[in-house]
C-alpha cells in the first residue's frame, strides 16, 4: 500500500474517530437529568395585614415596636396535607421595625418578630418567626416565615402584597402600614 493511501486512511479513521466521539459527548449532553418536579404548597391563603408602629417612624426616630394583626382566608391545601385549614387569625404578634432613616415613608425599612396563628375551624394554633422587609420599587412587602409549632410546624412561607402607609405619613411619620390583599403559600 502507497504512503499516500495509509495517509488517506488514516485521515479518515481519525475524521471518523472525532465523529463518534462528537456523536458520543452530544448524546452525553443532551441525556441530562429530568428537571426537578415543583414543589406542591402544603397551603395556600388570601392575607391582610394592619402593621402598628409605635411610636411612629421618623427621619431620626428609626425604630418602634410593633404590633400586628393578620387574617387568612379562602385556604387550599394543593397536596392535600392540611383541609382542615380554611382560615385563621394572627395573634399575638409583636416585632421591632427598623428603617433606614430619611424618609421613612419610603419605606425602607426591616420588621422582626413572632406571631401565633389561631387556625378555623377548630381550635389549632401555629407559631411562628417572621421578617417583613418592603420593596419601594414596586410597593410591595414580603413576609417570610418559620412555623416553629403546631400544624405546619417546620415549613417556611412566602407572603407578597401591596404595601399602603399611613395617609398622613409625611407629616406624622410612619404610624401603621397595610397590605390589603396578599397571597401567603406555605411549602
Avoid at 429530568?34 to 425604630?63: E, I
Avoid at 410591595?140 to 405546619?152: C, D, F, Y
Wanted: aromatic share 4%; hydrophobic share 40%; charged share 10%.
Amino acid at each position: 500500500m502507497s504512503t499516500h493511501r495509509r495517509t488517506t486512511a488514516r485521515t479518515r479513521l481519525r475524521a471518523w474517530a472525532a465523529l463518534a466521539a462528537s456523536a458520543l459527548a452530544l448524546g452525553a449532553v443532551t441525556a441530562t437529568a429530568p428537571p426537578a418536579a415543583a414543589v406542591v404548597p402544603d397551603l395556600t391563603c388570601d392575607v391582610n395585614v394592619q402593621l402598628t408602629f409605635a411610636p411612629a417612624l421618623t427621619a431620626t426616630r428609626t425604630t418602634a415596636s410593633v404590633t400586628a394583626v393578620a387574617d387568612l382566608v379562602n385556604c387550599l391545601s394543593p397536596n392535600g396535607s392540611h383541609p382542615e385549614l380554611a382560615g385563621g387569625a394572627v395573634t399575638t404578634a409583636t416585632a421591632t421595625a427598623t428603617s433606614l432613616g430619611g424618609v421613612p415613608c419610603n419605606l425602607l425599612l426591616t420588621i422582626t418578630g413572632s406571631a401565633t396563628i389561631q387556625w378555623s375551624p377548630g381550635d389549632e394554633e401555629t407559631t411562628f418567626d417572621f421578617t417583613v422587609r418592603t420593596n419601594v420599587l414596586d410597593g410591595t412587602v414580603q413576609l417570610t416565615t418559620w412555623q416553629t409549632s403546631g400544624p405546619l410546624a417546620g415549613t417556611t412561607s412566602q407572603t407578597v402584597g401591596v404595601a399602603n402607609p399611613n395617609l398622613d405619613c409625611l407629616l406624622n411619620g410612619l404610624s401603621g402600614l397595610a397590605v390589603p390583599l396578599g397571597q401567603t403559600t406555605f411549602l
